[in-house]
């Protein structure tokens, strides 16, 4: 793919966080992970820009907390605890060979790990357990023994539609969306017949809606761009989902893409639309417990982050007529 030199610049230059620098030289403009300039470009991640603000504010026994956080609780208060840490920071490029990650993960695996905990175990839920999983993975974790746990419970827990739910249901949503985003990480290698089933049932059920029919009306904010997404789905997660898989050339992915076309600005740049939580006046839904909404860049704006996830998923498609 070719940018523009006004795009280029300011998705590559030094006003630009290293993490998306990084993901716009390999995923958009198809750079070698090898390369020198990506290398370079990645041991900059942590050091300077987004993830390094982040990681200031680990304690050093690995985890995120403040005043309104329980005493070891990684998950609340919402999106400010540990997990929501880990999900942002394996987005934005960080792997194990840091050792502030280590720590991070270790705690996760002593509080969460084994046959009663989060990952994959009795306590598992479909958004806890993807979204895990899906970090684990892009944090280089692949051969972590509670990796193929967390696998094995997402195959087991798919739907007979070939959807997931957090829920109880004997049907899936579209919301449940983290177990299959964290296949799309999953090296071929690993990918055995039962996971490459799931994975199809998976598509096929996104693909069946076309990334965002369900129920009789238009859900608005699957047609809002946030980052972070945490446990929310959205077209763009759809999207990047679905290409990443390799389903791209797929004909159901047309009016979504479209939908992604329109948004973009006459500079070539997307905005990211709210953050989240995103919930309509009449949603069922309610947080329970407090919450501190988190973004990187401000809503309603350009987002370079928004801007490099919808090149790479035009990356990963045949050119649209």
Known sequence: MRLSPSLSRWLLGSASDPSVRWRTLVEVLGHSP??????????????????????KEQLTDGQWTSSETSAGDLYRPKYIATNWRMIVLADLGLTRRDPRIRRMIDLVVRRWGGPRGALGGRESEVCITGNALRAFLKL?????????RMINWIVDVQKNDGGWHCFPSRSGTLDGWEGLAAFA??????RGPSIERAIERGVEFYLERRLAREGADRYAPWYRIHYPNHYYYDLLVGLDMITRLGYGSDPRLR???????DRRDSGGRWALDADHPDLPSNEQYRLKTPYYSFVLERPGAPSRWATVSALAVLARVPRLS
Do not use: C, N
């Open 255 to 261: 009016p979504a893409l479209r939908w992604l076309l």
């Open 140 to 148: 280089g974790y692949t051969d972590h023994p509670e990796v193929m």
């Open 34 to 55: 090898a390369d020198r300039r990506v290398l370079r470009t990645r041991r900059q991640i942590g050091k300077t820009g987004w993830a390094a603000g982040i990681l």
């Open 185 to 190: 990480f999953l090296p071929k290698s690993m």
